[in-house]
């Protein structure tokens, strides 16, 4: 097959794959008796029309861009890690114990300490399939999933049998003090009014431009997209694939830990059961939307967290929606973008080279 | 000691209840994976099975074509995983998580926009579930000690979609090592060129095994809604489809195996209520969440081949190009 | 190649032993931009053992496949038994009587040998009934053909040798009536080859047309009664076998290129740099491809590596690259022993001075989605920048000079190698790997691929490179190339070094035969090269041959 020109491949045909899982969900919502214009009219105002909205939007945004970048930093190296749910939710016990243990300390100081706490838990959670991956063979993608189940039974345990103080009801931690959290904006920015967008958001900004270098400006990241795109010429160049997928899984859990600070850290102020809620999962669907690539994680995420705050306002607005279409509009894109990401590639390598046909043959 | 009998006759009985699932989507993970495809979306084929039972129960009032909903939903989600990975050589395993989060979307959003209960399906009743049959002779024996309790509560009593799935252990042994079906769908999962040379068409006898699949696992979702419940609820298959991969896996895809694994699972699940806060001696007490992760931790240890190995079909995960 | 046709039809339309069994007329077959089968015309005579032999590449294994209904020709019509055909797929024609042995067996491991049998032909929907039909129909197989195997073993169990003869049942209980075998010695020991060619000589003797592909040119001596040869996708003529020799086989198989002339003066070996000593080392499935080799290259020297594809000289290249364990034996860089483990080991061959000119510059040499100048570094990775940063601009900067000297177009740093065309992309490689002043090069296939202006340039920088003091390896099927760069020529057959030769005497025809395993012992050999067991195919070949006329007698 002829290969598409540049910029058909990088932005032809990903906003093709994304254009039909949206157009899909369009005619999903239409099926149900719904009009999916002014669904979509209803979100944007959810997600950018007054400041709270727009506060929760760059919340989930927050997230999704962490849980994101996990996917697609072990995607690099050839691998689907389906973990960052799991490894964002072990990543809350390292917030939370660091928190506690310095609990009435400016957040100033536990602000890094819970970003390195988390960072390790969701390193050392993650770093185990990529062992058992590079070491004995099995498949990280049935290890993450398992792994995720073992994080929810475990995280459950701790929370409920260690971490649950005395006459409290709920499951949960104790809370931790005002002062010792990760601020949120709107102590600084009238604009975001009631909604708990804080510090985390730019850390997830500069963790886009760090796997930027990263990936594309380090030794390793070198080392990483060699062993992802051809393990073969890898050993050739002396690449050790080991070390790589170990090291790169444990940074995806690094990663997806700082969902942990987002919450944990910014907004809960105390380690909850279940806290991570599936955005681990969306990761995933940012991850195949953009391509692996900083922009256009950040893009995606940006994206979802509009699907996921505009869809709670639809929810109010249009009883006969839930939140859970932007769940389907989620796995289409996974599907266009990540199973079916070809299946575009021949009729639009055709309708590029149909008229110099007999050259494209050569 | 009569309390011991009937605790046990109790607890066996809510394993069965519970590995039916589990035994219908281990099987059917066996078809597709057997065939050389992965199945990760088996969790979200049985949700998609268990809304479209519980959703046409609902509206027809027939359990039977609740069934027919649920393996018809199955096999629409089915054709997805085939044409991505089959038709247009997608990877598999990507298609299988999106059809996971597909069923997951899905479900909550036609739920509630049909029925407008927040995800659930109406409460069904009568002929629009599959009630417990009463074996012949259940009630007259229930006297006979010992083996009247067993007859009358654990073999008796079931709905019919239990002694299907039990039924089907068996049924899919011999068509795996006694049809000629069978033994062409093992030899394409495991070197798709020597079927291809022998004349057969890799698509087709990959397309049969994902509509065996399909229709297994859209009963076993349909047990959930019309047969176990009475009626869906949001992500009622709660992981079982994940567990009952990791049986697959753990039986090292085999039918009988897979049943026991099943039932082992189902016995974890059955027990776990039961242990709770209890004190036992030397180990003291186990917490439940321990046995809830107990299957997935032991797929993990098995998978990294510390006992045993589990040795997938050889051509798992790759899609069969012919031309080099 | 077209004169074939009237002569055989000629011939079909006298005797009834000469009818034709197979006739192909016309086949093209294109994979991609690769026109792999080019017009060919092949007419096989019923009853008979006909070669075809042409080197790796040279399109006999597709024309097989093709005959076989696996891949599907562009144009060209088959004709089975007299009448033409329309073979769509294998089991179409498996229905005329055609069956197959590949290269690569088309087995169930896991499988029985029974299972494996009827798999695809089975009589009935029931296993137990179809199992147990067979098995008696196997039995008379067995008996019939001298294919002795147990019914009930698990094919992955089995040696390669019984793995082949489950093949070839499969074929024989289908009913086949021509039997296509696609390199069948090619996995074999000496001795299993030896039953195999009994095995197709019973075979013949019952009536069944045998179709042997091969490019052992022993084999075809030993066993065919015509012979066709391929080139790079032509046909180039079919003899009967008793009125040509091996010489001239190899003559035609090679063909008489132009040798290219490459300016060279003497060569002026200094002091050993690159030393292996009884290395032997296994391919992924453990089976031994390099069997106990030794020698030494001097700086300042060439040595060539002759032999066809498939005897070796992979696995001895990624040996002494790094790539791959040696099972056992020594590679010594400057006098310093290699120790290769672990998944980078490459990286150690490289600080020990060693540089590698992969033989498939994509699968190994290349990451083809990497753009230009990202391939410039690879494998030399970390000496770009301090620390943990990568060093982007020296990086460019190095890409920059290496495409300017080796001319690599376009000079487009940040194209993405998969659409340089394959001369580019392996001047890129080369200046990779020679701009860092190596001390030891080894180079695979040089070559391949590349256009002829190209190839001159690629010749006169490792005839620079050896100017320069460094010791090279080259390892090319192309025996044009091998002759011309050599300052010595070792030739490697079935993983043992089997010759050594000086290219400014050695004789072209000569050097094809002994790479193709015949005479090899008439070859004036260095002791120390030369491994102390010989060649025993050979031997064995000679021995059950009824109408071998040549390397016998110098025994």
Redesign the interface.
């Known amino acids: 097959m002829t290969?598409l020109p540049?910029w058909a491949d990088v932005v032809l045909l990903p906003f093709l794959n994304v254009a039909l899982a949206f157009l899909i969900g369009g005619l999903?919502v239409l099926s149900?008796?719904?009009n999916p214009l002014q669904a979509v009219g209803i979100m944007l105002y959810g997600a950018f029309g007054y400041g709270s909205g727009f506060g929760y939007t760059l919340y989930y945004t927050t997230d999704f861009i962490f849980a994101g970048l996990a996917v697609s930093l072990a995607y690099h190296a050839g691998l689907?890690n389906?973990g960052p749910e799991g490894q964002a939710y072990v990543g809350g016990l390292g917030v939370i114990l660091i928190g506690l243990a310095l609990n009435g300390m400016h957040w100033a100081l536990v602000f890094p300490l819970m970003i390195v706490c988390g960072a390790l838990f969701g390193a050392a959670w993650a770093f185990v399939p990529g062992y058992?991956q590079a070491k004995?063979?099995?498949?990280v993608?049935?290890?993450t999933?398992?792994?995720n189940?073992?994080a929810?039974?475990?995280m459950?345990?701790i929370i409920s049998?260690i971490l649950k103080p005395e006459g409290v009801n709920s499951d949960e931690s104790a809370p931790l003090d005002a002062i010792t959290r990760v601020p949120q904006l709107r102590s600084f920015i009238e604009l975001f009014k009631n909604s708990p967008v804080n510090l985390t958001f730019f850390l997830a900004i500069g963790a886009l431009f760090l796997v930027y270098?990263l990936i594309w400006?380090?030794?390793?990241?070198?080392?990483v997209?060699?062993v992802g795109?051809?393990p073969?010429?890898?050993?050739?160049?002396?690449?050790?694939?080991?070390?790589t997928i170990m090291v790169i899984m444990a940074l995806a859990g690094a990663f997806a830990a700082m969902v942990a600070v987002n919450n944990v850290g910014g907004v809960q102020g105390r380690l909850i059961l279940n806290f991570v809620n599936g955005a681990g999962?969306v990761g995933?669907?940012v991850a195949?939307m953009g391509k692996g690539h900083p922009i256009g994680v950040g893009l995606s995420a940006l994206l979802f967290g509009m699907l996921y705050q505009g869809g709670q306002e639809l929810a109010f607005q249009m009883?006969?929606?839930?939140r859970?279409?932007?769940?389907?509009?989620?796995?289409?894109v996974?599907?266009f973008t990540?199973?079916?990401?070809?299946?575009m590639r021949g009729p639009l390598s055709r309708m590029f080279f149909q008229p110099d046909a007999p050259a494209g043959?050569? | 000691m009569d309390q011991i009998l009937v605790d046990i006759t109790l607890i066996l009985d809510s394993t069965v209840r519970l590995a039916v699932p589990l035994i219908l989507a281990s099987l059917a993970g066996l078809y597709s994976e057997r065939s050389g495809i992965i199945d990760i979306g088996l969790e979200g084929k049985l949700l998609a099975g268990a809304f479209a039972a519980a959703a046409m129960s609902a509206v027809t009032g027939s359990a039977w074509l609740g069934l027919l909903a649920g393996i018809g939903a199955a096999l629409v989600f089915s054709g997805i995983h085939g044409l991505a990975s089959i038709n247009f050589k997608g990877n598999q395993t990507i298609s299988g998580v999106a059809l996971n989060f597909l069923a997951a979307g899905l479900t909550t959003f036609l739920g509630q926009s049909w029925f407008r209960r927040g995800g659930y399906t109406p409460q069904l009743s009568g002929d629009q579930r599959f009630n417990p049959i009463t074996l012949p002779f259940a009630e007259e024996l229930r006297d006979v000690p010992v083996l009247g309790q067993i007859y009358g509560e654990l073999i008796s009593g079931h709905n019919i979609i239990t002694y299907v799935a039990f039924i089907a252990v068996p049924v899919t042994a011999w068509v795996l090592f006694r049809s000629r079906f069978g033994l062409r769908l093992r030899a394409v999962g495991e070197n798709p060129k020597a079927i291809d040379t022998a004349g057969i068409s890799v698509t087709r006898l990959r397309y049969q095994a994902l509509i065996i699949t399909a229709v297994l696992v859209g009963i076993g979702g349909a047990y959930l809604s019309i047969a176990q419940s009475a009626g869906f609820n949001n992500n009622m298959s709660a992981g079982r489809g994940y567990i009952a991969l990791a049986a697959l896996i753990f039986a090292k895809w085999r039918p009988g195996p897979a049943l026991l694994v099943c039932l082992m699972f189902g016995f974890l699940d059955a027990v776990q209520f039961r242990i709770q806060g209890q004190v036992f001696p030397i180990i003291g007490e186990v917490p439940v969440q321990a046995i809830q992760a107990l299957p997935y931790i032991l797929t993990v240890v098995l998978l990294a081949g510390f006992i045993g190995r589990a040795v997938a079909p050889k051509a798992i995960g790759v899609p069969y190009t012919k031309e080099r | 190649m077209t004169g074939l046709n009237p002569t055989n039809e000629q011939r079909s339309s006298g005797a009834a032993a000469s009818a034709l069994a197979i006739e192909l007329v016309g086949i093209n077959k294109h994979f991609g931009p690769v026109h792999a089968n080019k017009d060919i015309h092949l007419a096989v005579k019923r009853g008979t053992v006909h070669g075809i032999v042409g080197e790796n590449g040279a399109g006999k294994s597709t024309l097989m496949s093709i005959l076989y209904g696996f891949y599907t020709a562009d144009s060209g019509t088959i004709h089975v038994d007299g009448v033409a055909h329309k073979i769509t797929d294998s089991r179409h024609a498996l229905a005329l009587g055609i069956g197959m042995v590949h290269q690569h067996f088309m087995l169930v491991d896991n499988f029985t040998v029974l299972e494996n049998v009827v798999l695809g032909a089975e009589d009935s929907a029931l296993l137990t009934p179809t199992l147990n039909r067979a098995r008696g129909h196997l039995k008379d197989l067995a008996r019939d053909y001298g294919l002795d195997i147990d019914p009930d073993a698990i094919v992955g169990n089995l040696s390669v040798g019984q793995q082949q003869r489950v093949e070839i049942l499969k074929a024989l209980y289908r009913g086949a009536e021509t039997l296509i075998l696609d390199e069948p010695t090619g996995v074999l020991t000496p001795a299993e080859a030896d039953h195999l060619f009994r095995i197709l000589g019973k075979l013949r003797a019952e009536g069944k047309t045998i179709i042997l592909i091969t490019h052992k040119l022993r084999e075809i001596m030993a066993i065919t009664d015509e012979v066709s040869v391929m080139r790079q996708g032509e046909m180039v003529e079919t003899l009967p076998t008793a009125e040509t020799s091996p010489e001239h086989l190899a003559e035609l198989m090679v063909g008489r290129r132009v040798l290219l002339r490459v300016e060279k003066g003497a060569a002026k070996p200094g002091k050993v740099l690159l030393e292996v000593e009884n290395l032997v080392v296994t391919d992924d499935f453990g089976t031994p491809r390099v069997k106990g080799v030794n020698f030494q290259v001097r700086a300042g020297e060439i040595v060539g590596i002759a032999g066809v594809a498939g005897n070796g000289q992979s696995e001895l290249l990624e040996s002494i690259s790094g790539m791959r364990d040696q099972k056992s034996g020594t590679i010594r860089v400057h006098g310093n022993a290699l120790k290769i483990s672990g998944d980078d080991g490459a990286d150690r061959a490289r600080s020990a001075g060693l540089a590698h000119v992969p033989e498939d510059r994509l699968r190994m040499g290349l990451v083809t989605k990497f753009n230009a100048w990202e391939n410039a570094i690879l494998g030399y990775q970390d000496s770009y920048g301090e620390g943990p940063a990568l060093d982007i601009s020296a990086a460019r900067d190095a890409a920059r000079e290496y495409m300017k000297k080796f001319d690599v177009r376009p000079a487009d740093l940040d194209l993405k190698t998969a659409n340089f065309s394959g001369g580019n992309q392996q001047k890129l490689v080369l200046a990779r790997e020679m701009e860092r002043d190596p001390e030891v090069l080894i180079v695979g296939q040089p070559t391949r691929g590349v256009d002829i202006g190209a190839i001159e340039f690629i010749h006169n920088q490792i005839i620079k490179m050896r100017d320069a003091g460094k010791a090279i390896l080259l390892v090319s099927v192309e025996l044009d190339e091998i002759r011309s760069l050599s300052d010595r020529i070792l030739v490697i057959f079935d993983g043992q070094i089997v010759g050594e030769a000086d290219p400014a005497t050695a004789d072209e025809t000569e050097l094809g035969l002994r790479m193709t395993g015949s005479h090899a012992d008439n070859v004036e050999t260095d002791p120390g090269t030369l491994p102390e067991h010989e060649t025993p195919v050979d031997q064995t070949l000679v021995e059950m041959s009824p109408k071998d006329n040549s390397g016998r007698d110098t025994n």
Request: proline share 3%.
């Open positions: 290969p540049r999903i149900v008796g719904q689907f389906i058992l004995r063979g099995s498949h993608v049935i290890t999933i398992m792994f189940f073992i929810v039974s475990m459950g345990y049998r270098w400006r380090t030794k390793f990241g070198y080392k997209r060699a795109n051809n073969v010429a890898a050993r050739y160049a002396g690449i050790s694939t080991q070390k999962f995933i669907a195949f009883p006969g929606i839930t859970e279409m932007i769940v389907t509009i989620q796995a289409l996974i599907l990540g199973a079916m990401g070809d299946m043959d050569k």
